[in-house]
């Protein structure tokens, strides 16, 4: 994956998934109570490492429905960004 660039030019950087893929699972399971088949929405940019891991990676392990949040989310926090 590569970094975002908020510091500078974005990097490059090796990440094992193995890893990865048992804290997706296990916060899925735990934190979100995610089933298959259900409908899962992430506020958070795809271009964060939260945001592809819980917009993409979590639902596709839970055959889950993922929301996507066209556009990035400018002025936050503001709730009413994701209504408008």
Do not use: C
Not at 71 to 76: A, D, L, S, V
């Amino acid at each position: 994956i590569y970094t975002s660039g908020t510091t500078g030019q974005p990097k490059g950087i090796v990440r094992d998934n193995g890893g990865h893929m048992v804290a997706l699972k296990w916060t899925m399971d735990n934190e979100f109570g995610v089933k298959p088949g259900e409908v899962f929405w992430a506020a958070s940019d795809v271009g964060w490492v939260v945001g592809h891991s819980y917009i993409v990676y979590g639902p596709l392990l839970h055959g889950a429905t993922s929301v996507l949040f066209e556009g990035k989310p400018i002025g936050t926090p503001d709730a009413g960004t994701y209504w408008r």
